[in-house]
Structure formats: structure tokens, C-alpha cells
């Protein structure tokens, strides 16, 4: 594993009042790895976890080759075999339904009533659907007809799936790295797969910092406000599907803090904090980190959630092992949640083992003018309201402001604004980051 200084010496140069939010992403980014511990689950106990081995298919998809349709199975040479514009007609066998063990075609000049996934009868290789055929009665049995206009439509090998068209025995039905969704879980079922390796839980420990917070449901004192942060970071950890520890929060203090960070590196793969990153006389986060691991302090072009601490801290001075990687997010609310989806998402499913995509950007024309100076990337609430005309359109929530929490709450996503932008006028396309996709 590289160290952090490995790592931020790349972005030296950079100006370190300003730095730039997609090289620190990167830098999260290359120093993360996955936590190499793996767990067997039930299929049924494994949706949302992450696959930690591909998966082969032991099978093949279908099994054998079967018939697409309803209908009539047949070698597909007697459509050659019959004289020039006269009908398709054969002697008509037994019925073959899907479940059925394996049958044979007596003789080519016969067919066999065949069922929607029925196994191919040995000797046929085609199936006409049943909306094609007449049946009728003649001195030598029953016979299935087809009229010379609706043969000329069939070739050898119609309606027929062969074996191992989904999935060949030995290939890879899924990869590691995979979060397992309802399609995946039925996907291994079909191969019979009843268990399988996944990732562990990562362990995420997070606590808020500061004096003047007070836990929900006490008293507020005079001054003091309620740990929001708290909550928030506790559920968008519990979407991210990991195991997150809260601690609470913890005073301004650092000792108290050093303390709580010791215990985090010591139970949890990673640990978040909110506040006490900025430069004031009780922000201690960085200078606490510094002494127990190794940081680096980011303040970043992005608006809401300017400073930014990063790294790895450790149980004990022996510092043993990977340690536990760090964010410490700033304290205001909605800079909270920003730097969480724009910093912390990512890295901490890259941890968890999976194959991380990005977030999912669309875009989306403004309802009205939004005022901005170029030098930083923006992140503003949306509503997004569909016009007379059909079209979603973003719609500003109100003041801006990284402490208000409120207009996050009623916003439906929030619109990336690049750092060299300048004011928009209404109309113009924004990327818009959707809520409902920040899983
Ligand atoms: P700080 O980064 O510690 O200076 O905090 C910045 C602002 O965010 C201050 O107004 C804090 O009171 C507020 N704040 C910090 N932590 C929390 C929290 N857990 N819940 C709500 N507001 C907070
Ligand atoms: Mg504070």
C-alpha cells in the first residue's frame, strides 16, 4: 500500500487554498484498496452484498436444445424435400411438453406436437408455431399442414434455442465486484447456485464534533444546537449497505477526540467525523489525525464544503496493520452530505470490494437564471418540475446557504456546476445529480 504522502505528492503544485475536487477524488481513489476478508451467505441472505469472486456458470443455459413456441417440431430438411410450391405436410406423433424426457422423431417425413420450452426431440431442428398449422385427417393418420405461401416464411433452425445460448457451461455469469440485485440473486438460482462468496461488511465508524452539540431528544441549552450531522451520515451509510458504528459525538477536545479515533481505527475499516476541520480555535481533527496517522488537509475549489481531512489513522502507535482510511467532513450540514457523495461514496464502496460506477448524471434545462463566479465547482439544491410542455425542468430550492438543511430536504438533486462556469440563463442544460440514485 502506498502511503498518503505517496500519493498527495502528486498534486503538488496544485494550489493547496484551491484544490481541485476531481484530483482529490483521485488521490481518495488511488489510496483506497478493498478489504480482503470474504464471507459465505445463502443465496436468499445475499441481496445488496458484494460479489467477491466471479461467478462460473457449472451449467449450461438452457440445458438442451428446446422449442421457442407452441407448436410443431420437425427436421427442417423436409422443408427442401417437398415439391415446389406444395404445402409443408407431415405425419403428426405424440405430444412433447416442457419436462418431458427427451423423445426422437420416428422418421423425417413426420412431426411432433411441441410445447414452449419442450426439449427438442432428437432428428428435429425446427419448430413452425402453432398459428401456421392445419390439422386434417387422411387415409394414412393425422397430418399437420402448412399452406406453400406460410412455408416459404420458414428456414431450418426456426423457433428452435439451443443449448447454452444464455450461458455456456465454464463461462462467467457474473463478476466479482457486483453489488447482487434481484436479477443477479435469479440468475444464480437458475444455475442452481445456492451460495455464495461475498464481501464482509465494511465497518464504518462515524461521530460528530463539537461543543455546542446536543444529542436528539435532550434539552437544548442556551447556544447549543442538535447533532443533525449525525443522523444524516447514519443513513446515508446505512444506503451504502455498510455496518456503520455510531458514536455519538464527542466535545471539542483533543484528547476526547483522540480517544474516539484510537477506538474507531481499532473496530472499523473507516471512520467519519463531522467538523472541527476548519482553522478556527476549536478545530482539532487534523492536528489529532496528524499525531495518530498520516493526513492530508484539503482545502477545495467546491461549493458547499471548502476544507476537507483525509487520510489514515491507527488503534496504537505500533501502528500495525492497514489501519482505518479517514474523512473528516466539515461540520456544516449540507456541506456534510456534499463532500459525502462527492468523497467519501465512492472510496468507501471501492473498501467494500465493488466495482464502483459513477453516479448517474443527467441533463436537465434551468427553470431560471442561476448567478455564479467561475473558480468553483457549485453543488445547488434542485426541485425538479415538469413543465406544461412535458419537459423536467431544475428549479432552485431558495437560499443556498451550507447550513440549510431544510432546502436540501425539499430539493430533488443537486446540479453540478463546473469550476470555470460563469452565471447561466434559464434554459440552459445543467448535469443533475438525482437523489433517488444517491445509493
Ligand atoms: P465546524 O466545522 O465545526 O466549525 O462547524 C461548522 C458549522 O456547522 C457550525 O455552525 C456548527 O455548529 C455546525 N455543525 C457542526 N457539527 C454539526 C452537527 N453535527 N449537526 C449540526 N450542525 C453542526
Ligand atoms: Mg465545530
Excluded at 484551491?18 to 459465505?40: C, H, K, N, S, Y
Excluded at 425539499?410 to 437523489?435: K, M, N, R, T, Y
Aim: a negative charge; hydrophobic letters at 45%; glycine letters at 10%.
Amino acid at each position: 500500500m502506498k502511503t498518503l504522502e505517496q500519493i498527495t505528492s502528486c498534486l503538488n503544485g496544485y494550489d493547496p487554498e484551491a484544490l481541485d475536487a476531481d484530483l482529490a477524488r483521485a488521490a481518495i481513489l488511488d489510496f483506497v484498496r478493498p478489504v480482503d476478508a470474504v464471507e459465505t451467505v445463502p443465496l436468499r441472505a445475499a441481496l445488496g452484498r458484494i460479489l467477491a469472486a466471479d461467478v462460473t456458470s457449472p451449467i449450461d443455459v438452457p440445458g438442451h436444445d428446446n422449442s421457442a413456441m407452441d407448436g410443431y417440431a420437425f427436421a427442417g430438411s423436409a422443408l427442401a424435400a417437398r415439391a415446389a410450391d406444395a404445402p409443408l405436410q407431415l405425419l403428426l406423433g405424440a405430444t412433447l411438453h416442457a419436462g418431458d424426457a427427451p423423445a426422437a422423431l420416428p422418421a423425417p417425413d413426420r412431426c411432433l406436437r411441441i410445447m414452449t420450452g419442450a426439449v427438442m426431440p432428437a432428428g428435429c431442428d425446427t419448430v413452425v408455431p402453432q398459428e401456421f398449422c392445419e390439422l386434417a385427417d387422411t387415409p394414412e393418420g393425422r397430418v399437420m399442414r402448412v399452406s406453400p405461401e406460410l412455408s416459404k416464411q420458414l428456414k431450418p433452425g426456426d423457433n428452435r434455442r439451443l443449448r447454452g445460448e444464455d450461458l455456456a457451461a465454464g463461462s462467467r455469469a457474473l463478476a466479482a465486484g457486483r453489488r447482487l440485485r434481484p436479477a443477479d440473486l435469479g440468475l444464480l438460482a437458475s444455475l442452481g447456485i445456492a451460495q455464495v462468496a461475498v464481501q464482509r461488511k465494511l465497518r464504518v465508524a462515524f461521530f460528530s464534533t463539537g461543543d455546542e452539540l446536543t444529542p436528539v431528544g435532550e434539552p437544548l441549552a442556551p447556544g447549543a444546537i442538535y447533532d443533525s450531522n449525525g443522523t444524516t451520515l447514519g443513513a446515508m451509510l446505512a444506503r451504502l449497505g455498510v455496518e456503520a458504528l455510531d458514536y455519538g459525538n464527542v466535545g471539542d477536545d483533543p484528547a476526547l477526540l483522540e480517544a474516539a479515533l484510537r477506538r474507531a481505527a481499532g473496530e472499523a475499516d473507516a471512520v467519519i467525523t463531522s467538523g472541527g476541520v476548519s482553522v478556527g480555535e476549536a478545530d482539532f481533527t487534523k492536528q489529532v489525525m496528524a499525531r495518530i496517522g498520516e493526513v492530508a488537509f484539503w482545502k477545495m475549489s467546491i461549493r458547499p464544503g471548502r476544507p476537507m481531512a483525509f487520510g489514515r489513522i491507527w488503534a496504537d502507535d505500533a501502528r500495525a496493520g492497514a489501519g482505518a482510511v479517514m474523512f473528516g467532513l466539515p461540520g456544516n450540514p449540507v456541506a456534510v452530505m456534499v463532500t459525502f457523495y462527492c468523497f467519501v461514496r465512492d472510496a468507501l464502496l471501492t473498501l467494500a470490494g465493488e466495482a464502483v460506477k459513477p453516479l448517474p448524471r443527467f441533463k436537465l434545462p434551468l427553470a431560471a437564471p442561476v448567478k455564479k463566479k467561475p473558480g468553483r465547482t457549485e453543488f445547488q439544491r434542485v426541485r425538479l418540475v415538469a413543465g406544461e410542455d412535458g419537459v423536467l425542468r431544475a428549479h432552485l430550492t431558495g437560499a443556498q446557504g451550507s447550513g440549510i438543511l431544510r432546502s436540501m430536504s425539499e430539493a430533488d438533486g443537486l446540479i453540478v456546476l463546473a469550476q470555470h462556469q460563469g452565471s447561466l440563463a434559464a434554459g440552459d442544460l445543467v448535469d443533475v445529480l438525482p437523489f433517488e440514485a444517491l445509493v
